[in-house]
Nanobody, 121 residues
Framework: QVHVVESGGGLVQPGGSLRLSCATS????????MRWYRQAPGKERELVAR???????TYTDSVKGRFSISRDNAKNTVYLQMNALKPEDTAVYYC???????????????WGQGTQVTVSS
């Protein structure tokens, strides 16, 4: 069975920090690019950060310099360190194992249930 489980969300004041974790099982974790998305009420789901299987990282402009994505293949876990949080960062944050095709075989993507991040004074 595939499991993707986020944790670490909560309520934090503007300027504060949170570290989100995404623990996976049932997938060949090291093969997958991993992504963090977020969705605020009334807004489109937004790609926040991506880390390739080889470790290359990308970020959406609004979080560059504040957020950092990393992965620990030994623990099958991806992290999102969030610093200098702003109210506009408030959203449900979702972890995604990106779908891949390798040697003609399709490996489906997988989503976690999300974890709520609220930035408010």
């Amino acid at each position: 069975q595939v499991h993707v489980v986020e944790s670490g969300g909560g309520l934090v004041q503007p300027g504060g920090s949170l570290r989100l974790s995404c623990a996976t099982s049932g997938i060949i974790f090291a093969m997958y690019p991993m992504r963090w998305y977020r969705q605020a009420p009334g807004k489109e789901r937004e790609l926040v950060a991506r880390i390739a299987s080889g470790g290359t990282v990308t970020y959406t402009d609004s979080v560059k310099g504040r957020f950092s994505i990393s992965r620990d293949n030994a623990k099958n876990t991806v992290y999102l360190q969030m610093n200098a949080l702003k109210p506009e960062d408030t959203a449900v944050y979702y972890c995604n194992a990106e779908e891949i095709t390798y040697k003609g075989t399709y490996y489906s993507g997988h989503w976690g249930q999300g974890t709520q991040v609220t930035v408010s004074s």
